[in-house]
T-cell receptor, first 114, second 118 residues
Framework: EPEVTQTPSHQVTQMGQEVILRCVPI?????FYWYRQILGQKVEFLVS????????KSEIFDDQFSVERPDGSNFTLKIRSTKLEDSAMYFC????????????FGPGTRLTVT | AQTVTQSQPEMSVQEAETVTLSCTYD???????LFWYKQPPSRQMILVIR??????QNATENRFSVNFQKAAKSFSLKISDSQLGDAAMYFC???????????????FGKGTLLTVNP
């Protein structure tokens, strides 16, 4: 069964450093998402991406964040200058064409900012 | 804005028994989807069941079923014959229907941690 993959599974970085989290969505999916889950809290929407552009972003997704689909298979989330409060689990999700399609989640990347 | 509320931070059930997890939501939309996701200790988010708001019949997936009360904006998950592998955090989630749109983001509740006792 096709699945969403994410790398790395765990990333440790120092405050102020740039990080790139990578995702490979399911191959025929068209809608892509990033969510964040701070430890012990609920999963929060960050950004959605369709047709090579951001379709919606939350208030969390400020100028430090960016997304890209550089080569038609990868979907990346970049944090330019990490802060301690960026420490969280980051989930990538993708869904097929149409409003009736479920989102499939990747296993997540645990980001630790020290 | 849509909100999802899960009022039970933790629940426990004996193996083979039945447990019901509660979820309420607030929306002004008439058509939408509701989901239950399971998050085991591995942190992977796994879709358990979904319900379309325009369907009156409650969704069922094997031992998992929902009680969808649209007027009350309630969407509870019933797990029958609970198994040790059901132990996980369960998240209720809402999504607009918005046909022809470009964003189908999920809005999650805070989750209910389910413990299954042998």
């Amino acid at each position: 069964e096709p699945e969403v993959t994410q790398t790395p599974s765990h990333q440790v970085t120092q405050m102020g450093q740039e990080v790139i989290l990578r995702c490979v969505p399911i191959s025929n999916h068209l809608y892509f998402y990033w969510y964040r889950q701070i430890l012990g809290q609920k999963v929060e929407f960050l950004v959605s991406f369709y047709n090579n552009e951001i379709s919606e972003k939350s208030e969390i997704f400020d100028d430090q964040f960016s997304v890209e689909r550089p080569d038609g298979s990868n979907f990346t989330l970049k944090i330019r200058s990490t802060k301690l409060e960026d420490s969280a689990m980051y989930f990538c999700a993708s869904s097929g064409q149409g409003y009736s399609y479920e989102q499939y989640f990747g296993p997540g990347t645990r980001l630790t900012v020290t | 804005a849509q909100t999802v509320t899960q009022s039970q931070p933790e629940m426990s059930v004996q193996e083979a028994e039945t447990v019901t997890l509660s979820c309420t939501y607030d929306t002004s939309e008439s058509d939408y989807y509701l989901f239950w996701y399971k998050q085991p200790p591995s942190r992977q988010m796994i879709l358990v069941i979904r319900q379309e708001a325009y369907k009156q019949q409650n969704a069922t997936e094997n031992r998992f079923s929902v009680n969808f009360q649209k007027a009350a904006k309630s969407f509870s998950l019933k797990i029958s014959d609970s198994q040790l592998g059901d132990a996980a955090m369960y998240f209720c989630a809402y999504r607009r229907l918005e046909s022809g749109g470009s964003n189908y983001k999920l809005t999650f509740g805070k989750g209910t941690l389910l413990t299954v006792n042998p």
